[in-house]
C-alpha cells in the first residue's frame, strides 16, 4: 500500500516559560512513528491535552517538530497543502461571519486554479439548502459543515479533520457521516480526531491512541472490538483515564 502520511520519531516540544534557574518545556509529542496508507480510514484518539491537535497541525505544515522527520505523500506537509493533495476541517476560525455559505464557497474556489464545481461542494457538504444563510447566523454545526466544504474544493486527497462534528447534533452528526463514506468510496484517505468514540467504532478500520504525547496503541479496529466490549471500555483501560463521551 502506499503511503499517506509518515512520521519517524516526531517529538515536539513547547516553551511554557522558565524558573529562576532554567527554562520550562511542555512535551507535547514524544516520539511518535506511524504510517498511513493510501485510502485508509484512521480515528485519533486522545483526551485533552493528549497531543492530537499538535499532530494534526504538524501533519498540515502548520508547525514543525522539534525533531523527527514527516512527510506528506512524500513531500513535506507544506508542499503536500500548496499542491491541494489535503484538505482539512478544523475546529474553529477561518470565517468572515458577514458572508454568505455561497459566497464564502466561491471566494474561496477563487484561490484555486481548477476546483470543484460550487454546486457540487455545496451538495457533498449538505449545504444547498442554506447556501444564502449568512456565516454570523450558522449554529456550531453548519459552520462545521462549511469548513468541510471548504476542504473539498481542491479535490484532496487526504483528508484531516480535527473534530469535525463539534456543535453537531445526532442527526447532522449521522448526515456528515455518511458523506464521509461517500469520500472514503471515492478513495480519500481520512484521518479525524473525534471524542466521539461511536463515531470511530462505526466509521474508522484503525485507531491511534495518544496520551500525554505518547502514541500507546495503533491497532485496527476490529481487534480492538474483539478485545473489548467497546471503543469506550479499550480507551479508559489503555488509557487508564476517564471515558470520553461516547454519544452518537
Known amino acids: 500500500m502506499d503511503t499517506a502520511i509518515s512520521l519517524l520519531r516526531v517529538s515536539k516540544c513547547f516553551r511554557a516559560g522558565k524558573t529562576r534557574h532554567k527554562k520550562q518545556q511542555t512535551q507535547a509529542l514524544d516520539n511518535v512513528t506511524l504510517k498511513i496508507g493510501r485510502g485508509e480510514i484512521v480515528a485519533l484518539l486522545g483526551a485533552n491535552g493528549a497531543g492530537k491537535s499538535t499532530l494534526i497541525d504538524i501533519m498540515l505544515g502548520l508547525t514543525t517538530p522539534t525533531s523527527g522527520q514527516v512527510e506528506v505523500f512524500g513531500v513535506s506537509p507544506r508542499e503536500a497543502v500548496l499542491d491541494t493533495k489535503v484538505g482539512a476541517v478544523l475546529q474553529n476560525g477561518g470565517l468572515l461571519p458577514d458572508l454568505k455559505i455561497q459566497d464564502t464557497i466561491e471566494l474561496i474556489a477563487s484561490t484555486y486554479s481548477n476546483p470543484l464545481p460550487v454546486e457540487e461542494v455545496l451538495s457533498r457538504a449538505n449545504l444547498s439548502e442554506i447556501r444564502k444563510r449568512k456565516v454570523q447566523a450558522c449554529s456550531g454545526g ?14 484532496p486527497e487526504l483528508l484531516i479533520l480535527d473534530e469535525p462534528t463539534a456543535g453537531m447534533d445526532p442527526t ?17 484517505t ?21 496520551n500525554h504525547g505518547e502514541l500507546v496503541a495503533d491497532t485496527p479496529v476490529a481487534a480492538l472490538l474483539r478485545e ?21
Open 228 to 248: 473489548y466490549s467497546s471503543l469506550d471500555q479499550a480507551f479508559s483501560t489503555l488509557m487508564k483515564e476517564p471515558s470520553c463521551d461516547s454519544s452518537f
Open 190 to 210: 481520512i484521518l479525524f480526531a473525534t471524542h466521539y468514540l461511536r463515531e470511530a467504532e462505526q466509521f474508522a478500520h484503525r485507531a491511534l491512541l495518544l
Open 142 to 155: 453548519e459552520q462545521q459543515r462549511l469548513r468541510f466544504a471548504l476542504a473539498l474544493l481542491g479535490s
Open 172 to 188: 447532522a452528526r449521522r448526515h456528515f457521516w455518511e458523506q464521509m463514506q461517500r469520500e472514503a468510496e471515492r478513495g480519500a
